[in-house]
């Protein structure tokens, strides 16, 4: 009997078999940026790739191994998408009202319907920079992570930071008995504060600290979209996030929020919508990455036209300013060498339709094998995670997709993924 309990006791806490994953590939980018490879095969387990191999491999030299045939389709590293707000694609009025009468049960049921959209669409990693809504996003990030629910690996900022009335100002738009019970633990108006800013963020466990340093697009005030912090302010919140070892990403359009943040030792700008030739010394002298989320112009296309008086007139205005120079920064920028990250914004536009940026990024500059480099390595590089993410090389993580055609020649084939795996595990066969 003891010799029965003692097996019985081995087979318990032995270690679950890992069964061998061949994915045979008609076309593999497998180092972005590198050529293409031409027929190929990835041996894959547990959840990581373990060798890449010339030709097509079956389960005669990996016995047992399951294939998967994507002989007739290009395969490349799952995207990365470095600007999302998961919890919700509704904007306007819409979504001010949505902000006072759904709950935090309601937004976490939201934001996994749209992790799910994203990790269809082929994107595999996102940083979803700030939302809020009662740490939900925080809390989908570690669900995803124990293989609870579907979605993409989620870097998150949980709740972004600006000054008062700032883009961050939950209350901005709302009748002043709503604004009493809006949290401000996110707004800052002194070096003290704004260090206390992030020390909260920090203690919620972020992995990214998100500021921002100019107005905002979609806030509800009349104050514009230049500068609308203090330099005290900006340092203390960039250097507090450096302090706790957290990358610092910046919300800034006007020229001279780019150029304060970056001075001070920003890691990357989202939407930079005004740069100018200040901005490209700063981006070079400190190696900070640009997100320009060009897609934003898309989401504002589609609510005006399905509904004319779908925003208020403070931000209609900076929308239409916005549809005007979308693409200018991003044209000087590749003019002069500055690292670009993907990032779409996705919320401003639909959760599910990242890919449509990189046809914006081809419009306004670069090429296909550049829009696709930030995507990939230049996006991994940017969250900290080469060496998870963002190429298909021995020891890292499983995340691939497949396309019909060849995306270096037309990246419109992004737009309709074929197949994903994620992290090892398969999220989409068509």
């Given at each position: 009997m003891r010799l029965l309990a003692s097996a019985l006791l081995c087979l318990a806490t032995a270690p679950a078999f890992a069964q061998t994953v061949l994915v045979q590939a008609g076309h593999l980018l497998d180092r972005p940026g590198q050529p293409m490879r031409g027929p190929s095969t990835l041996v894959i387990r547990d959840d990581k790739v373990v060798a890449v191999h010339e030709g097509f491999v079956g389960a005669e030299r990996y016995p047992g191994a399951r294939v998967i045939d994507q002989r007739q389709r290009y395969v490349l590293p799952g995207l990365i998408d470095s600007h999302v707000h998961l919890t919700s694609d509704r904007g306007g009025a819409e979504g001010q009202l949505a902000w006072v009468t759904q709950n935090a049960a309601a937004w976490a049921y939201e934001a996994e319907m749209n992790a799910g959209k994203t990790v269809n669409a082929g994107f595999t990693t996102v940083r979803n920079l700030g939302d809020g809504k009662e740490g939900v996003t925080l809390a989908l990030r570690d669900a995803v992570a124990r293989g609870w629910v579907r979605g993409p690996r989620i870097l998150d900022a949980g709740e972004a930071i600006s000054t008062t009335s700032?883009?961050?100002?939950?209350?901005?738009?709302?009748?002043?008995?709503?604004?009493q019970g809006v949290e401000t633990h996110n707004l800052c108006d002194s070096a003290e504060s704004c260090r206390h800013a992030v020390r909260v963020q920090v203690g919620r466990g972020v992995d990214v600290i998100k500021i921002a340093t100019t107005g905002g697009v979609n806030s509800v005030v009349g104050a514009g979209l230049k500068r609308q912090?203090?330099?005290?302010?900006?340092?203390?919140?960039?250097?507090?996030?450096?302090?706790?070892?957290?990358?610092?990403?910046?919300h800034a359009h006007g020229e001279d929020g780019v150029n304060l943040a970056l001075a001070l030792g920003a890691d990357s700008i989202e939407h930079g919508t005004m740069l100018d030739e200040e901005s490209v010394k700063l981006f070079k002298k400190s190696g900070a990455?640009?997100?320009?989320?060009?897609?934003?112009?898309?989401?504002?296309?589609?609510?005006?036209?399905?509904?004319?008086?779908?925003?208020?007139?403070?931000?209609?205005a900076k929308i239409k300013w916005r549809l005007d120079v979308t693409g200018k920064s991003l044209?000087?920028?590749?003019?002069?060498?500055?690292?670009?990250?993907?990032?779409?914004?996705?919320?401003?536009s639909?959760?599910?339709?990242?890919?449509?940026e990189f046809e914006l990024m081809v419009e306004h500059g670069m090429t296909p094998t550049q829009a696709i480099e930030a995507a990939t390595t230049?996006?991994?590089?940017?969250?900290?995670?080469?060496?998870?993410?963002?190429?298909?090389?021995?020891?890292?993580?499983?995340?691939?997709?497949?396309?019909?055609?060849?995306?270096?020649?037309?990246?419109?084939?992004?737009?309709?993924?074929?197949?994903?795996?994620?992290a090892g595990k398969v999220a989409k066969d068509m």
């Open positions: 700032g883009h961050m100002d939950g209350r901005l738009g709302y009748a002043d008995w709503v604004q912090m203090f330099e005290d302010e900006a340092r203390a919140l960039i250097d507090t996030a450096h302090l706790y070892g957290k990358k610092v990403a910046v990455y640009y997100v320009p989320t060009l897609s934003t112009i898309n989401g504002y296309k589609e609510r005006l036209a399905a509904n004319p008086n779908a925003f208020a007139p403070a931000v209609l044209e000087l920028a590749m003019k002069h060498g500055v690292k670009i990250a993907f990032g779409t914004d996705a919320g401003v639909k959760h599910g339709r990242n890919a449509d230049n996006a991994a590089a940017l969250l900290g995670i080469s060496q998870l993410a963002g190429s298909l090389e021995t020891g890292k993580s499983a995340d691939l997709i497949a396309v019909d055609g060849d995306p270096t020649r037309d990246v419109r084939v992004l737009k309709s993924v074929r197949f994903v795996m994620a």
